[in-house]
């Protein structure tokens, strides 16, 4: 399978526990983004990376959350001290990301879905 | 975080029928795309479109980029019961990160 891996599918969680996610994007992709979803929402941006440098960090990314892209290829996404408001589905998307037609298209995982209970 | 508007919100509809929903933006884009959204999973890209006035198919599937560069919009033509979903609209602005709209839910009633 060449798509996108997220890995977990789900997580479940005790308030105050810290958690990561890990993303695996499709090879050669440059751009990664991730976006968190909620119940009868569209997917909202929280940050992304072109290769390891993260480029933008929406204001819903909180101190309690961090993304790493060490070495260009996979991310993960921590959260610490999770609350019940980070209940979630966490998506991971990745693009060629160059600009030129086509290559911006983003392609996403299956997503984490995580409860905190 | 901003999310673009998406009408209707939801469609019930009989198998065969065309469908027809839309997106709009406050801010221009200079791609738009759509996705669909099954349950439990990650949304999958439908078409995507390059240029104000763009006309786009996708077998059934038909998506224009409005002239504005502010709204879009997409048909299904002969809905068939695997359309059933979410349809989201994404709007991005050259390389940067999409915004996603607020989906429309597409259910078929027997």
């Known amino acids: 399978d060449t798509g996108v891996s997220q890995d977990p599918r789900h997580k479940i969680t005790k308030r105050g526990q810290n958690v990561t996610f890990r993303c695996d994007p499709i090879?050669?992709?440059?751009?990664l983004y991730w976006y968190r979803q909620t119940l009868g929402q569209g997917p909202e941006f929280l940050t992304y990376f072109q290769n390891e440098a993260q480029l933008e960090k929406s204001r819903l990314l909180s101190d309690r959350f961090s993304a790493e892209r060490p070495k260009g290829s996979f991310s993960t996404l921590e959260i610490q001290r999770t609350e019940q408001g980070d209940s979630a589905m966490y998506l991971c998307?990745?693009?060629?990301?160059?600009?030129?037609?086509?290559?911006?298209?983003?392609?996403f995982g299956q997503g984490t879905r995580l409860t905190v209970v | 975080g901003q999310q673009l508007n998406q009408s209707p919100q939801s469609m019930f509809i009989q198998e065969g029928e065309d469908v027809s929903m839309n997106c709009t933006s406050s801010s221009i884009f200079n791609t738009w795309l759509w996705y669909k959204q099954d349950p439990g999973e990650g949304p999958v890209l439908l078409i995507a479109l390059y240029k104000a006035g763009e006309l786009t198919s996708n077998g059934r599937l038909t998506a224009q980029f409005g002239i504005t560069r502010k709204d879009s919009f997409l048909n299904i033509s002969a809905s068939i019961p695997s359309d059933v979903g979410i349809y989201f609209c994404a709007g991005q602005f050259g390389n940067e990160k999409l915004t996603f709209g607020t989906g429309t839910r597409l259910t078929i009633i027997p």
């Open positions: 998307a990745s693009s060629l990301g160059t600009g030129r037609r086509g290559n911006t298209e983003a392609f």
């Open positions: 090879s050669e992709h440059n751009r």
